[in-house]
């Protein structure tokens, strides 16, 4: 099982480009989640789905949006790059969503870079 | 709403220290609480977990319990190593109606652990 992997690792846009963060997973959670992580802010959720064909807005999900054709991928766009979306982001999954607390699993992150 | 509050660090230990990570919680009923670990350059892993009151988690060496009273998951180890070095996230599941679980994390403590 390769678990949680994310497409590109390490990226660099210029002020307005467009580009699509993929993230797969190959354990059939029902589960996905984006997150970002930004120094002293520790990770803040962007968006997160439910299972194919849901998505639902997190705690920043302005500037970003994202899409679950598939139970394997969760696609997240960033439609006009700004600075401010600098950050490594991270993807998540996790077998179903309870307050026990199912453990969610991390890819390894993407690195981007805004100009 | 539920949310976790964490010692921000930086810790700096020596190795064999005894470490301790404070983090406290507020929360509707009695949910699970988790200790995640992140290591430089990788994806947040599960450290370890505790389902309810006064359970105990533990996991390489590292120990925390649930305490209902005083509404804490302290993360504890007695003799930290080198490798124990990486950024640590408390974390409690929330819940806001319909099927939308999701995990909401501390700021994270950054320990770095010197030979």
């Known amino acids: 099982n390769a678990g949680v992997t994310q497409t590109p690792k390490f990226r660099v846009l210029k002020t307005g480009q467009s580009m699509t963060l993929l993230c797969a997973q190959d354990?059939?959670?029902?589960?996905m989640y984006w997150y970002r992580q930004d120094p002293g802010m520790g990770l803040r959720l962007i968006h997160y789905?439910?299972?194919?064909?849901?998505?639902a807005k997190g705690e920043v999900p302005d500037g970003y949006n994202v899409s679950r054709l598939k139970k394997q991928n969760f696609l997240l766009g960033l439609e006009s790059a700004a600075p401010s979306q600098t950050s490594v982001y991270f993807c998540?999954?996790?077998?179903?969503?309870?307050?026990?607390?199912?453990?969610?699993?991390f890819g390894p992150g993407t690195r981007l870079t805004v100009l | 709403g539920d949310s976790v509050t964490q010692m921000e660090g930086p810790v700096t230990l020596s190795e064999e220290a005894f470490l301790t990570i404070n983090c406290t919680y507020t929360?509707?009923?009695?949910?699970?609480l988790f200790w995640y670990v992140q290591y430089p350059g990788e994806g947040l892993q599960l450290l370890l977990k505790?389902?309810?009151?006064?359970d105990k988690g533990s996991n390489k060496g590292f120990e925390a319990t649930y305490r209902k009273e005083t509404t804490s998951f302290h993360l504890e180890k007695g003799s930290v190593q080198v490798s124990d070095s990486a950024v640590y996230f408390c974390?409690?599941?929330?819940?806001?109606?319909?099927?939308?679980?999701?995990?909401?994390f501390g700021k994270g403590t950054l320990l770095t652990v010197n030979p």
């Open positions: 505790a389902t309810k009151a006064d």
């Open positions: 974390a409690l599941p929330t819940y806001s109606g319909g099927s939308n679980y999701k995990l909401t």
């Open positions: 929360a509707t009923g009695y949910p699970s």
């Open positions: 354990m059939n959670h029902e589960y």
């Open positions: 789905s439910v299972g194919e064909g849901t998505t």
């Open positions: 998540a999954s996790s077998r179903q969503g309870h307050l026990n607390g199912d453990t969610q699993y």
